[in-house]
């Protein structure tokens, strides 16, 4: 199983990227897809998380109202739309599929599959 994640870079704040994840390996058609970052010297904590179907989804407080997470399942993707970036937005981001059906879970132990993470720099 791999998922491998594009996107990420420097962006001034205030602007946008879209990162991109890619699954193979595995079928998660039936699995939720999440979000996640990492900053420097901290535990990696939850962004955001999307149900099997696409039609529900969480969010952490930090990101409501600017990131939008989607997914495609014909593409065996999810995506994480970042609008009105901060400063505090910097950080490691990483994809995560759960390996089990019809839940989506918020927390980094309930996640079974990892990216390699793509770095986000947000700058003033």
């Known amino acids: 199983v791999q998922l491998v994640e594009s996107g990420g870079g420097a962006v001034q704040a205030g602007g946008s990227l879209r990162l991109v994840c890619t699954t193979s390996?595995?079928?998660?058609?039936?699995?939720?897809l999440g979000w996640f970052r990492q900053f420097p010297g901290k535990e990696r904590e939850f962004v955001a998380a999307?149900?099997?179907?696409?039609?529900?989804?969480r969010l952490a407080d930090s990101v409501q109202g600017r990131f939008t997470i989607s997914r495609d399942n014909s593409k065996k993707s999810v995506y994480l739309q970042m609008n009105s970036l901060k400063l505090e937005d910097t950080a490691v981001y990483y994809c995560?599929?759960?390996?089990?059906?019809?839940?989506?879970?918020?927390?980094?132990?309930?996640?079974?599959?990892w990216g390699q993470g793509t770095s986000v720099t947000v700058s003033s």
């Open positions: 999307i149900g099997w179907s696409g039609r529900t989804t």
């Open positions: 390996g595995g079928d998660f058609t039936l699995d939720a």
């Open positions: 995560a599929a759960d390996g089990d059906h019809f839940r989506l879970p918020m927390e980094v132990s309930q996640y079974d599959y």
